[in-house]
């Protein structure tokens, strides 16, 4: 399968003030998608701007006609799959069937805490995030779901029409340990992996590469638990949280090595931030939009 080049849009801009620009700008590079965090707040953006993600995914959907908008990722944090699920069915309406779900776990971030809640330790994360996928799935393929787990109920939620895309839009499910994994067999269109957290610091992109080599190799056993060919989902890497994180903006040659070696393992789509200047994720903008036409080509 020929490699996608997708985009990360940090909704830390104010709409008229370059946000739409900027996605506007995303699809006239040809990015197959443009995504965004679904966060409260982030890291060291805490302090500053920030808006939500599907008011900014409903806002690109409408200055857009062709690129494929999407979370990367969505959680349970401050999420419930009722009200999460009518968004979303408005949202790919809007855009006319053009929205793909990134969607995990969640982590012990400010968005852990910000309804007043005690964090969630790694198992109940998992175990929240094990019912939330199953009823999100019903909740936007079925027009009425009653449910009553042990985090989420659901009485007679009315989800009609439904979605544009059938039998609903498309799951990327964040995931590196077993039961994620499973999760993503089981529920996803594609898998979403940022690596291995482990090696960020004091990793090297071999270490990297063989990281993520496993995790392939973990997600094509979950697939075969579920009777499914690992090759039906897309493979995502959400880049800047490896090792080399800088080295793939720095030249188009950089970037087509980096990402030659990732399409290696499998990988059929490569995310990569857009530059935000003074942050992790600074970059030379010239770079990076020749990065956006031309190193598909030189890897095709």
């Not at 929205?99 to 005690?118: C, M, P, R």
């Amino acid at each position: 399968m020929s490699l996608r080049l997708s985009t990360v849009i940090l909704p830390y801009r104010r709409w008229h003030e370059g946000g739409r620009a900027a996605w506007q700008r995303a699809e006239d590079l040809g990015f197959h998608t443009a995504y965004t965090y679904d966060h409260l707040s982030w890291r060291t953006f805490r302090d500053g701007p920030w808006f939500g993600a599907v008011p900014t995914l409903t806002a690109a959907a409408a200055v857009t006609e062709r690129m494929r908008l999407g979370t990367l990722v969505t959680s349970p944090n401050f999420r419930h799959p009722v009200t999460l699920a009518k968004e979303l069915i408005s949202l790919d309406d809007i855009s006319g069937g053009r929205v793909t779900l990134g969607i995990g776990a969640g982590g012990t971030g400010f968005d852990a805490t910000a309804l007043g809640q005690e964090p969630w330790t790694p198992r109940e994360r998992a175990d929240r995030f094990g019912e939330f996928v199953p009823l999100l799935d019903r909740l936007l393929s079925e027009d009425s779901v009653s449910y009553e787990g042990d985090f989420y109920s659901a009485y007679e939620a009315r989800n009609i029409p439904g979605c544009v895309q059938r039998p609903r839009l498309p799951f990327a499910v964040a995931a590196t340990g077993p039961r994620g994994l499973r999760l993503a067999a089981r529920y996803g269109q594609a898998w979403v992996t940022t690596g291995d957290p482990k090696l960020y610091e004091n990793g090297t992109p071999e270490q990297s590469l063989q990281a993520l080599r496993g995790q392939t190799e973990r997600l094509a056993d979950a697939c075969a638990e579920q009777a499914r060919d690992v090759n039906d989902l897309d493979k995502i890497l959400l880049t800047g949280f490896t090792p080399d994180r800088a080295q793939p903006l720095q030249s188009l040659s950089a970037f087509v090595d980096f990402a030659g070696r990732h399409q290696e393992l499998g990988f059929t789509e490569i995310a990569i931030h857009w530059p935000i200047p003074d942050s992790d994720f600074a970059a030379d903008e010239k770079v990076f939009e020749r990065i956006a036409v031309e190193a598909l080509t030189q890897l095709a």
